[in-house]
């Protein structure tokens, strides 16, 4: 069968594609909130091709700060799910259970030997002493999630 015939003519749908149709003219329908019409320049939104204004070395801080915060506390959110997988596992002497209870030795004791890298992507020469409460945070969260391990074990009956 032979490509296209020169007299042959094209589906619509075809010469739509190559070029669309011009833009519906505004009707009576007002635009919805937050959403003003095409033909408008002004915009609520900022225009993702301007320049972001660069922040203040005390902004920055501010910001690292709080995300030090955020991984502070990274480690009391696990604890539930760890509580929960503890106590559901038993307190036989099975792999389950003795898995459940060396994962739970070890995160803890691996996120305290590394407190210094946990946080010295949000450290800086003048939020040095703000940071110290976050890390005493973080490792009181370890201790609290050693505490579920010690707390399972001595259900296992390993403790004296």
């Given at each position: 069968m032979p490509m296209a015939m020169a007299g042959e003519t094209r589906p619509r749908w075809v010469s739509?594609?190559?070029?669309?149709p011009a833009p519906r003219t505004k009707t009576n329908i007002p635009d919805p909130?937050?959403?003003p019409s095409h033909g408008s320049k002004k915009s609520s939104h900022k225009d993702p091709k301007a320049p972001k204004k660069a922040q203040t070395p005390e902004e920055m801080d501010t910001l690292k700060l709080k995300k030090a915060w955020e991984v502070a506390l990274a480690p009391v959110k696990s604890l539930p799910m760890t509580?929960?997988?503890m106590y559901m596992s038993g307190n036989t002497l099975q792999i389950f259970s003795i898995m459940?209870?060396?994962m739970a030795f070890k995160?803890?004791?691996m996120g305290l030997i590394s407190t210094n890298q946990a946080f010295e992507r949000f450290e800086t020469e003048t939020n040095k002493g703000q940071m110290l409460p976050a890390k005493l945070a973080y490792v009181a969260m370890q201790l609290v999630a050693l505490a579920v391990g010690v707390w399972k074990i001595n259900g296992m009956g390993l403790l004296p």
């Open positions: 739509d594609l190559s070029s669309p909130i937050g959403y509580f929960i997988m459940m209870v060396v995160n803890p004791i």
